[in-house]
């Protein structure tokens, strides 16, 4: 039984541009939430994706964006790059919108 | 707004030398607290789940306890495979199912 898988596993970018990141659930699993977590630091709320809507959102800026398909996957956009998104990307699936979440091995960003 | 402290930042033992790891929390009803084991690039790995105080889990050399304010997670015996870093998250009754984290325990085990 494949847990939360992530790719790519590491992004090399510069200040501007665009990048996607990519998730697939846990089998059984059907929301998926992604997370921020600098070095050092705890993970941070981006937001959730539940039948394919954005349910709850934390305190980031439009530039970050999502999607969910009808697989339950689900992608996380940010544009206009800044140096202080370098960081490692962490998606977490649980079943519906109940208590628990399982993170992915994460993507780390690192934006020059 | 759900807040989670951790404490201590760091803490390094000794083979063998017990200890215990502290998060305090302040959330708006709690659904549930979590702990999670992450290792140096990796994405953090399930360990508990804890829903009411009294409640007490355990894991091989790991258990976990919960009072209306904190929780601590007790390591008995370590040994170097249990370095890592340990994270606390709470999920609220007025949070949805976001979960908010602490900035974690970074513990060493000494052979």
């Known amino acids: 039984d494949a847990g939360v898988t992530q790719s790519p596993t590491h992004l090399i970018k510069t200040r501007g541009q665009q990048v996607t990141l990519r998730c697939s659930p846990k089998s059984g699993h059907d929301t998926v939430s992604w997370y921020q977590q600098a070095l050092g630091q705890g993970p941070q709320f981006i937001f959730q994706y539940y039948e394919e809507e954005e349910r709850q959102r934390g305190n980031f800026p439009d530039r970050f964006s999502g999607h969910q398909f009808p697989n339950y996957s689900s992608e996380l956009n940010v544009n206009a790059l800044l140096l202080g998104d370098s960081a490692l990307y962490l998606c977490a699936s649980s079943p519906g919108q109940g208590i628990g979440q399982y993170f992915g091995a994460g993507t780390r960003l690192s934006v020059l | 707004e759900d807040q989670v402290t951790q404490s201590p930042e760091a803490l390094r033992l000794q083979e063998g030398e017990s200890s215990s790891l502290n998060c305090s929390y302040t959330?708006?009803?709690?659904?549930?607290l979590f702990w999670y084991r992450q290792d140096p690039g990796k994405g953090p790995e399930f360990l508990f789940t804890l829903y009411s105080a009294g409640e007490e889990k355990e894991k091989e050399r790991l258990k976990a306890t919960l009072t209306k304010k904190e929780s601590f997670l007790h390591i008995t015996a370590p040994k170097p495979e249990d370095s890592a870093t340990y994270l606390c998250?709470?999920?609220?009754?007025?949070?949805?199912?976001?979960?908010?984290f602490g900035e974690g325990t970074q513990l060493t085990v000494n052979p």
């Open positions: 998250a709470v999920q609220g009754q007025t949070s949805g199912s976001r979960l908010t």
């Open positions: 959330v708006s009803g709690l659904r549930g």
